[in-house]
């Protein structure tokens, strides 16, 4: 199986899609995870205040981001670690708006990555009352792990999708879209404003 791809989770510190607080990635090559990395992000600015509803549900505090590294160093490490690779995520339109919306809160360019839901993919492949990462991953045959911790969550995202492929006959992940009728989208990339020079 020629199943090559990059699963990503973020969590975040508030409401706002650019307070990465987050993230975890599994690349899996030829239908395997073959390599994974998480790590903390301190939030941009403006967007770093922890809610405590956030809190409650990734544990993760103002103290344990105060020596992390900054969105922008972050993102130059996700970028490394996945390459060219399709994204795959659980609810994928929160974690691609989570790379737009920090990348536009600190003027970084925001890579225009492809990208492929695994909860629109688990939708045509299970029948499920929920959909929810813990229960999908379940039905895929994946071990317990601790939900919304974004390691364990990008690496039950990619075995979910591996399930998906396997059970597809897929080899690929624009194979698996298409069998299922699901779309491999783009993030849309605003143009970068230039600055009046007075």
């Known amino acids: 199986m020629a199943l090559d791809f990059t699963a990503i989770d ?31 992000i301190k939030p941009p600015a403006g967007h770093d205040q922890f809610a405590a509803i956030n809190v409650g549900i990734h544990g993760i505090r103002p103290a344990d981001v105060v020596d992390a590294p900054d969105w922008s160093t972050q993102l130059a490490r996700l970028t490394a670690f996945a390459g060219a690779d399709v994204l795959v995520a659980h609810n994928a339109g929160f974690d691609m708006s989570v790379l737009r919306r920090a990348c536009a809160a600190t003027g970084d360019e925001c890579p225009p990555y492809r990208y492929l839901c695994s909860v629109q993919v688990s939708r045509k492949t299970y029948t499920l009352d929920s959909y929810r990462l813990p229960l999908v991953a379940a039905e895929a045959g994946c071990s317990p792990f601790a939900h919304h911790d974004a390691l364990a969550d990008a690496v039950a995202c990619a075995e979910i999708t591996i399930d998906c492929a396997r059970r597809a006959g897929a080899d690929d992940v624009f194979s698996l879209a298409d069998h299922l009728g699901v779309r491999v989208s783009q993030i849309a990339v605003e143009p970068r404003l230039e600055r009046a020079v007075a």
């Open 10 to 40: 973020f969590e975040t510190a508030n409401s706002s899609g650019a307070s990465a607080c987050a993230v975890g990635l599994a690349r899996v090559r030829d239908g395997r995870v073959v390599a994974t990395a998480a790590w903390l």
